[in-house]
């Protein structure tokens, strides 16, 4: 919500028109953003090593050649999300520079009719008169104007350097990765697929729980969704590593 419509109940159409931004809730929807940006990148580092992990392990590969795949997993997995946010953000910021940014806020400001604003006022309890009092002031080109230029800010301000994108989704795929690395290279010759695929399903619950926490989304259907995606890719790829060695080596 761009306006504080129940802050001040009496005020008029004109103050209610003001976009009212605060900075500390700004400052934390960003934070929150970049962790859940982080468990995602967690997510991605986790299934993809473990599965190529998996894979390699069924097709009856010893330690060496299980590692030497992991790792090569990780490395390429890590640069290419680095490269991939470095490409998305760069695109972003530059869209913003030529003017394109602007042009869509301001269509998207002068897109909103009169009553169209004053029936989602009313929807929200807002009296008839306020309401339609407040769509009269909001649809005033020089409000309008107000309104996209404080877009715009925001838009500006959710574009961070696309090197810190890059080194961060970097870093956290590479966090997510070295569970499955590590439960691999230290369990037990017999159990090691056993013990990742266990350690891997541990992981994404907790990561699950945590994004379905951060984004206010009922947690277990969340946990639930991340684990049986991992659980399948896990499961395809120690599937056709186990076909592989049995009948192409």
């Known amino acids: 919500m761009l306006f504080e419509c129940f802050a001040h109940p009496m005020s008029t159409a004109t103050e209610l028109a003001l976009p009212v931004v605060e900075h500390d809730d700004s ?45 090569a997993a990780l490395v390429g997995g890590a640069v290419s999300m680095a490269l991939g946010e470095y490409v998305s953000v760069s695109g972003a910021r530059d869209a913003q520079r030529t003017g394109q940014a602007a042009q869509q806020a301001h269509l998207e400001a002068e897109a909103e009719d009169a009553v169209t604003i004053a029936a989602h ?83 994404l619950a907790v990561t699950g729980t945590t994004g379905a926490t951060l984004g206010g989304a009922p947690r277990g259907r969340a946990t639930l969704r991340v684990v049986i995606g991992g659980a399948l890719a896990l499961a395809a790829t120690y599937a056709a590593g186990a076909i592989l060695g049995a009948h192409a080596f």
């Open 27 to 71: 400052t934390s929807a960003a934070r929150l953003n970049w962790l859940r940006a982080g468990l995602l990148g967690a997510n991605d580092g986790i299934v993809s090593v473990a599965a190529v992990l998996v894979g390699v392990a069924g097709a009856g590969a010893g330690t060496g050649p299980v590692l030497a795949a992991g790792t």
């Open 121 to 203: 006022y009313r929807s929200l309890g807002v009296s008839p008169a306020v309401a339609d009092s407040v769509a009269s002031e909001l649809v005033r080109p020089e409000v309008r104007d107000r309104r996209a230029a404080a877009a715009l800010r925001d838009a500006e301000d959710e574009v961070v350097s696309p090197m810190r994108a890059a080194w961060v989704s970097a870093a956290t795929f590479t966090a997510g990765a070295a569970l499955p690395f590590l439960a691999m290279l230290l369990a037990p010759g017999s159990i090691k697929v056993a013990v990742t695929v266990i350690a891997v399903l541990v992981a």
